[in-house]
C-alpha cells in the first residue's frame, strides 16, 4: 500500500495550494482518507477527512470554510483545496487511509504515506 502525497510548497499568507495524495495498493473505495498535520514542536493534528463515498466530510474548527477536501475515485486520488493560507497553517501534511468511516483519530488509521511540507510566509 501506498500513499503518495504531494504540492506542497511555500506560499505567501492569503495564498492557495492544493495537495495530492495517490493511493495505490489497496481497495480506494473501500477506504475513508484524511489529512493530518505535524507543525515544528508541536504534535500531528487532524485536519479533514472524506468518506468512502464521499458523502460526508468533517474538518478541524482552525481550517473550517477555508480547506476542501475532495475525492476522485477514478484516479485513486484525494484532494485538499487549501485557500485563505494563514502562517499557523505551516506543517508537514500527511495523507491516511482507513477501513472506517472518516474516523477523525489517528489511531484508526491504517496506512500513512510521508508527509509533504506547507509554508506559509507572513
Known amino acids: 500500500v501506498q500513499l503518495q502525497a504531494s504540492g506542497g510548497g511555500l506560499v505567501q499568507a492569503g495564498g492557495s495550494l492544493r495537495l495530492s495524495c495517490a493511493v495505490s495498493?489497496?481497495?480506494?473505495?473501500?477506504?475513508?482518507i484524511a489529512w493530518f498535520r505535524q507543525a515544528p514542536g508541536k504534535e500531528r493534528e487532524f485536519v479533514t477527512s472524506?468518506?468512502?463515498?464521499?458523502?460526508?466530510?468533517y474538518y478541524a474548527e482552525s481550517v473550517k470554510g477555508r480547506f476542501t477536501i475532495s475525492r476522485d475515485d477514478a484516479g485513486n486520488t484525494v484532494y485538499l483545496q487549501m485557500n485563505s493560507l494563514k502562517p499557523e497553517d505551516t506543517a508537514d501534511y500527511f495523507c491516511?487511509?482507513?477501513?472506517?468511516?472518516?474516523?477523525?483519530?489517528?489511531?484508526?488509521?491504517?496506512?500513512w504515506g510521508q508527509g509533504t511540507q506547507v509554508t506559509v510566509s507572513s
Open positions: 491516511a487511509a482507513s477501513r472506517l468511516s472518516a474516523p477523525t483519530l489517528e489511531q484508526y488509521y491504517d496506512y
Open positions: 495498493g489497496l481497495t480506494f473505495g473501500n477506504s475513508a
Open positions: 472524506i468518506s468512502r463515498s464521499g458523502d460526508r466530510t
